[in-house]
């Protein structure tokens, strides 16, 4: 890959989750409710380390309107493309060594997504594959009571207690979420507060 390629890989995917999420959360109105956050969440990185707030720099989206706030004020929402050898299988089957086990992609992944206290959203794509978003049970069980029944497969992340994950996940593909999760109710819930 020629220099600067994998940037531009990811930002070319960060803008086009930011058209397709601005369609799903405006039932299909605007494309326009989400951008890429400044050098992709780095902003917010550098400033947390001298103990300086960025407000809704951290992840990889933010928001342009204020509807879009609404997901930003609850979401980190972070990007990820390419990464062609990860697994969620990976959790369970990675090695340890010397009693230790190496943080696998999808556990970089949630930890990247968990700079703040708001909810952990993954959205990923793997090289040749379709989009899978991850998202925390609470959330799940937020969007359950507002939209359709039939829940499309998904996968569910419960870690122990050592484990580097602190959410119980829930894993699903991402087309599926757009068809499944009801926009214009979650973003009523959404104006009166999340629940962690």
Not at 56 to 70: F, K, V, Y
Not at 163 to 171: F, Q
Request: glycine share 8%; charged share 30%.
């Amino acid at each position: 890959m020629k220099a600067g390629g994998g940037k531009r890989k990811g930002g070319n995917f960060e803008n086009k989750m930011c058209k397709e999420l601005s369609l799903w959360f405006s039932s299909g109105d605007r494309d326009d409710l989400f951008t890429r956050t400044a050098s992709s969440g780095g902003r917010f990185t550098l400033r947390r380390k001298s103990q300086k707030d960025t407000a809704n720099q951290e992840g990889d989206i933010t928001a342009t309107t204020e509807t879009g706030l609404l997901l930003v004020n609850a979401c980190c929402l972070e990007m990820k493309n390419g990464y062609k050898n990860w697994s969620i299988m990976d959790i369970l089957d990675k090695p340890v060594r010397s009693g230790k086990s190496t943080p696998q992609t999808f556990e970089l992944f949630y930890q990247q997504a968990c700079e703040s206290d708001k909810w952990p959203v993954i959205i990923a794509k793997k090289d040749g594959r379709k989009e899978l978003i991850s998202f925390p049970k609470q959330m799940f069980l937020t969007l359950l009571k507002i939209s359709d029944l039939r829940v499309p497969t998904h996968i569910t992340i419960t870690p122990d207690k050592d484990s580097s994950i602190k959410h119980i996940m829930i894993v699903m593909n991402l087309n599926d979420f757009f068809g499944w999760a009801n926009a214009e109710r979650f973003q009523k819930i959404l104006k009166m507060g999340r629940t962690k």
